[in-house]
């Protein structure tokens, strides 16, 4: 049961970690609005397979709603801010400024959900935000300002949008296939609903390709691979903490595939923010 854990474990780790790549591949040959309209649809569908298949299924007023709210928050808003920060900024640093979200939770935790925070936290934050910032530098930390101040906005804007929904999430009550499948269908709704009123949608197979790459092993399949690597672990807290390899993964593929020259601040400051995180886990 360990040695299946841990390789649904790691099939979604390194799924996870092309990720990157694939975005800023794809946003050569497709705008964020379309990506995210294909990308969406591809995971709406594969997603009610899986719910067809297990029979999951359940559909109510209750689930129509809580799918139209967290719909619009991922995907729906989630990946329209990020592909757009993907957009502007070299993957590298897009990747690594996302990463905070899980440090992002701990603070709106605290605010929203009158969470305690202990003085280990409190480092933890600072470690990992002063992590980002170092990222954010470019390398360049005596002269900042290389990089697109817009795409830095929204890369650390996707941080709270993914953060916000995970603490909505806490209370949704669906059954979890499902929910997904419903988030996606509504996602992919809003999405088109936005490309109708912009009037114009751009696609190549390489941007087709691309998105339905994502829509599958970003969006979809992946997800379940990866709770069938939770359900299947003896000891789920060392399987989850392998998540903590994508981002460095992730560097290979961008290195070897993208020709990103790969930074010491971003090296550096992904351990400052994966140790921050790792800080502030109870």
């Not at 294909?38 to 999951?56: D, G, H, K, P, Q």
């Not at 999405?191 to 599958?216: D, E, K, Y």
């Amino acid at each position: 049961m360990l040695s299946s854990a841990y390789f649904y474990a790691l099939s979604a780790v390194i799924l996870w970690s092309t990720v990157a790549t694939a975005f800023k591949l794809t946003l050569r040959y497709i705008d964020p609005i379309s990506m995210l309209f294909c990308s969406s649809t591809v995971a709406s569908i594969v997603l009610w397979v899986l719910c067809i298949l297990r029979r999951s299924c359940g559909f109510s007023g209750v689930w129509l709603r809580k799918s139209l709210l967290m719909g619009f928050l991922n995907p729906f808003l989630y990946y329209l801010v990020l592909f757009d920060a993907y957009h502007r900024l070299p993957a590298q640093i897009a990747q690594a400024i996302n990463y905070t979200w899980a440090i992002v939770l701990v603070v709106l935790s605290m605010i929203f959900l009158r969470q305690r925070i202990s003085v280990r936290e409190i480092l933890g934050v600072v470690v990992g935000f002063s992590g980002a910032v170092l990222v954010s530098s470019g390398g360049m930390i005596l002269l900042p300002g290389g990089l697109d101040r817009l795409g830095l906005l929204l890369a650390f804007s996707s941080s709270f949008v993914w953060a916000a929904y995970w603490i909505l999430a806490m209370g949704d009550g669906r059954e979890r296939l499902s929910a997904f499948a419903g988030n996606f269908t509504m996602g992919a709704l809003y999405t088109g609903i936005l490309l109708l009123l912009r009037g114009s949608f751009s696609c190549n197979w390489q941007g087709m390709m691309g998105s339905v790459w994502i829509g599958l092993f970003e969006m979809g399949i992946t997800f379940v691979v990866w709770d069938r690597a939770l359900r299947t672990a003896r000891n789920t807290a060392q399987v989850a903490n392998l998540i903590y390899l994508t981002p460095f993964i992730s560097l290979l593929f961008i290195r070897g595939i993208l020709s990103e020259s790969v930074m010491w601040s971003t090296v550096v400051g992904l351990l400052l923010i994966v140790s921050g995180i790792l800080m502030t886990r109870k």
